[in-house]
Every structure is written in C-alpha cells, then in structure tokens.
C-alpha cells in the first residue's frame, strides 16, 4: 500500500522557516489534489494550503504571506516552504493527496515555533 512519506518538521524560533516535503511511497494514479492540513493540541485538523491538479494554490485565511506550496507533478511530490512562523504556527503538520479510488495521508510531522 502507498504511504506519503513527510519530512522537514522541527523547533524553530518565531520568525524563522522550516520547508516540509512530502513524497509517496508508490504510484499514486489520479491524483485530483495535494495539500497540506495541520492539527494543534485541542484543536480540529485544519486545512493550511492546496493545489489541484492544473489548477492553483489555495491557501486557508490564516496563512500568511511566507506560506508557499509547490508541486512537482512528475514526482508526485508536494512542499510547503514556511516563512516568518510564529507560535501559533505550532502543530503536527500533515500531508495529504486526494486520489481515486482512495486519498492518502502522511503519519504527520510535528513543527514547534518557540523562543
């Protein structure tokens, strides 16, 4: 079974950046969208950005101007550069790829903003 392998999280201070990437293990055909999602302590899985296939970024209200997704069709793969983080930023960041017949999700990746 394919698994979306993510990399780049980690403790930054605020105002710093941190680069996630994420890669499948396998072949992943009909891919309709990848994004990335986030999910603080308490709190509901929420969507940070998303790019469909030939289609632009979307980005939830939240995100400030360094939030910066990528997507590298021939790979399959997805990055999301973070500029300027801040505490609120901290949470277990999680990428996703909408497919058919299923959608896929990484096991996550903790970034924590703190001084």
């Known amino acids: 079974q394919v698994q979306l392998v993510e990399s780049g999280g980690g403790l930054v201070q605020p105002g710093g950046s941190l680069r996630l990437s994420c890669a499948p293990s396998?072949?992943?055909?009909?891919?309709?969208?990848m994004g990335w999602y986030r999910q603080a302590p308490g709190k509901q899985r929420e969507m940070v950005a998303r790019?469909?296939?030939?289609?632009?970024?979307m980005y939830a209200n939240f995100v400030k101007a360094g939030f910066t997704i990528s997507r590298v069709n021939a790979k399959n793969t997805v990055s999301l550069q973070m500029n300027s983080l801040n505490v609120e930023d901290t949470a277990v960041y999680y990428c996703?790829?909408?497919?058919?017949?299923?959608?896929?999700w990484g096991q996550g990746t903790q970034v924590t903003v703190s001084s």
């Open positions: 996703k790829v909408e497919g058919f017949p299923a959608d896929y």
């Open positions: 396998g072949t992943i055909f009909s891919i309709y969208a």
């Open positions: 790019i469909r296939t030939g289609g632009s970024p």
